[in-house]
């Protein structure tokens, strides 16, 4: 099983509110990570945890809040964002090959589409 | 850092046809090269990915190359259906000091297969 979820799916919010992306995979992948995505853009990472520890910030803005609760679960606090932030919101996640310290295939999310107003 | 050119940015093919989408990459520390299909609305789906110590690598219709002493490497696709109809992204994992965490991608190929 290859499955990353995430949700919701869509979500509309204006640039007042605060609101939360989740995402969770069960294949014991210790590697989580967040990237953006616009449209006919590749990704773009955002940050990574490596063993629920934050390992890279991509120098996102502070309005983009990370949090890995334990090994499954990753979620994206949104708080006062821009309409420019609007975009699909993709996790990932990967196996860490533990004597290498290394990052192994990432397997992506559906997504959750933002739309700020 | 390392960085990734893919080339062509559009790919149309009649169905039943071969399709080749080509990328370089610049960090000649990178060893591992995924293939991502993005169908509209989803995510990127993995189809194949090849590591610097192999040459070449088939999944039925669909074949990777990789040149590491030109860094260059190709998704080929062959007999196209319209269900293959997408946009590929091609990706260099460097290993260097973020141990392959940053996946680099190309900038995407949209294909078109025509019925």
């Known amino acids: 099983d290859t499955e990353v979820t995430q949700t919701p799916k869509h979500l509309v919010m204006g640039m007042t509110n605060k609101k939360s992306l989740k995402c969770e995979q069960h294949?014991?992948?210790?590697?989580m990570y967040w990237y953006k995505q616009k449209a006919k853009k590749p990704p773009e990472l955002m940050f990574v945890?490596?063993?629920?520890?934050?390992?890279i910030n991509e120098s996102v803005p502070s309005r983009f809040s990370p949090e890995c609760p334990n090994s499954s679960l990753l979620n994206l606090h949104l708080h006062a964002l821009q309409p420019e932030d609007s975009a699909l919101y993709l996790c990932?996640?990967?196996?860490?090959?533990?004597?290498?310290?290394?990052?192994?295939?990432?397997?992506f999310g559906p997504g959750t589409r933002l739309t700020v107003l | 850092g390392e960085n990734v050119e893919q080339h062509p940015s559009t790919l149309s093919v009649q169905e039943g046809d071969s399709a080749v989408i080509k990328c370089t990459y610049s960090d000649s520390a990178s060893n591992y090269f995924p293939w991502y299909k993005q169908e509209l609305g989803k995510g990127p789906q993995l189809i194949i990915d090849i590591r610097s110590n192999v040459g070449e690598k088939k999944d039925q219709r669909i074949a990777v190359t990789l040149n590491k002493t030109a860094k260059h490497f190709s998704l080929h696709i062959t007999e196209t259906q319209p269900e293959d109809s997408a946009v590929y992204f091609c990706a260099a994992s460097p290993r260097g000091n973020t141990g392959g965490f940053k996946t680099i991608f190309g900038a995407g190929t949209r294909l078109f297969v025509k019925a």
């Open positions: 294949m014991g992948h210790r590697a």
């Open positions: 990932a996640s990967s196996l860490i090959f533990r004597d290498q310290g290394a990052a192994d295939t990432q397997y």
């Open positions: 945890y490596s063993y629920e520890k934050l390992s």
